[in-house]
């Protein structure tokens, strides 16, 4: 478990020189070059993840750009479930033509035995990178957490709710169950498939997990998700897991079994550590919008949270959630540095 890299050093609790930081969806729309790459395929966005050499190209992007601690592979967490039978399509949100909403719809659902040949342009975006990479940075790949990829599959679509989900889980729990299983197992093989190809970390991403109550996350998430982390081949390879929304349930999410939690903006940072205790690491957790505040009230909201964090190990700095694509890029920037300087040892 040791390491050069600042990041890989704070998710193991690891003494660091400065705070490392990425940000979530530190590839993307607010970047003028990520979207002349896009231009250029002339294709569509899932084009663009199936194409290696420019998927690579975007995933370096921000290293260059903004000076960001980590790389994080370029895909979605949608596409591994087109292997197991669902039409997806971005228009620009996520769609899927064939929901999943029967016991035979869950029936044919395909867990394919080899990820590495059934999105076989995971691993080859991984493989470019960490020669691209060369050492510089660490690479992390990620996927959905089961619940809210599930949350997709049933709806076919994004929602505030995803109460057609919610509606199987609730009245049908051994379709439920089935199709869980089934995700969670695409999942395992799929992440264990990114660790085998380079992945440095893994980031499980639970969006919509936060939308359950305490006492339904427990028995309709959490084992699933822990049975996930359980089934990974996790020796140095620190695994995150993030769930939106989840600051009121951190024991439970803690209970998962990931080396760091990620956290939104909704819990103060020193509230979540001291529930936490000092056996985890932390990702998180600045509001996304206040890279739209001038740059001296960024550097203020910087100095807040590590503050907040109070020098404790373990503690990688971030969004509470996706970069918006209308940021401007130079407030990015400027986010990253004031977490460089003002954290230097
Ligand atoms: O972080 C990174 O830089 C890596 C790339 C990444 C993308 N999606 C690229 C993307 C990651 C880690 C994701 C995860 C993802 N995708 C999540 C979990 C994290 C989160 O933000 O909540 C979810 C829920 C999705 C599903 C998804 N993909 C939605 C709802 C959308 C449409 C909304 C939107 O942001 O446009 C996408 C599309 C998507 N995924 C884009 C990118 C860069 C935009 C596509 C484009 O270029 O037009």
């Given at each position: 478990m040791t390491s050069d890299y600042n990041f890989i050093k704070a998710c193991w609790r690891q003494p660091v020189d400065r705070v490392p930081v990425w940000l979530m969806r530190q590839a993307g729309r607010y970047l003028s070059q990520y979207k002349e790459v896009r231009a250029k395929g002339g294709g569509t966005f899932l084009d663009l993840c199936k194409d290696p050499a420019r998927a690579a190209e975007v995933t370096i992007q921000p290293i260059d750009?903004?000076?960001?601690?980590a790389a994080i592979l370029f895909s979605d967490i949608l596409t591994p479930l087109e292997p197991m039978g669902l039409e997806l399509d971005f228009v620009p949100g996520p769609v899927f033509a064939n929901p999943v909403r029967t016991k035979a719809d869950v029936d044919a659902l395909v867990v394919p035995e080899d990820m590495a040949t059934a999105v076989s342009y995971v691993p080859e975006i991984l493989q470019r990178l960490r020669v691209a990479f060369a050492g510089r940075v660490p690479l992390i790949g990620f996927g959905g957490a089961p619940f809210t990829l599930a949350c997709y599959m049933v709806e076919g679509q994004g929602s505030k709710d995803f109460a057609s989900l919610k509606q199987m889980m609730y009245s049908d729990f051994p379709l439920y169950d089935e199709l869980m299983k089934k995700v969670t197992e695409m999942d395992r093989r799929y992440l264990n498939m990114q660790i085998a190809a380079g992945a440095q970390a893994i980031q499980i991403f639970?969006?919509?997990?936060?939308?359950?109550a305490p006492h339904d996350f427990e028995r309709y998430n959490l084992p699933y998700v822990k049975n996930l982390i359980d089934g990974l081949d996790r020796t140095d390879i620190p695994i995150i897991y993030f769930v939106k929304n989840g600051g009121t349930m951190l024991e439970l999410v803690k209970a998962a079994g990931s080396d760091v939690i990620g956290l939104d903006w909704h819990v103060n940072l020193d509230k979540a550590r001291a529930i936490l205790g000092d056996d985890v690491a932390v990702q998180g957790n600045l509001d996304?919008?206040?890279?739209?505040?001038p740059k001296d009230y960024i550097e203020k909201e910087v100095q807040r949270i590590l503050d907040e964090n109070?020098?404790?190990?373990g503690f990688i700095f971030n969004l509470g959630h996706g970069i918006l694509p209308?940021?401007?890029p130079e407030n990015a920037i400027h986010l990253v540095e004031c977490v460089h300087r003002l954290s230097q040892k």
């Open positions: 750009i903004l000076d960001a601690d639970d969006t919509w997990g936060g939308l359950l996304p919008t206040v890279l739209y505040a109070a020098g404790r190990p209308t940021v401007p």
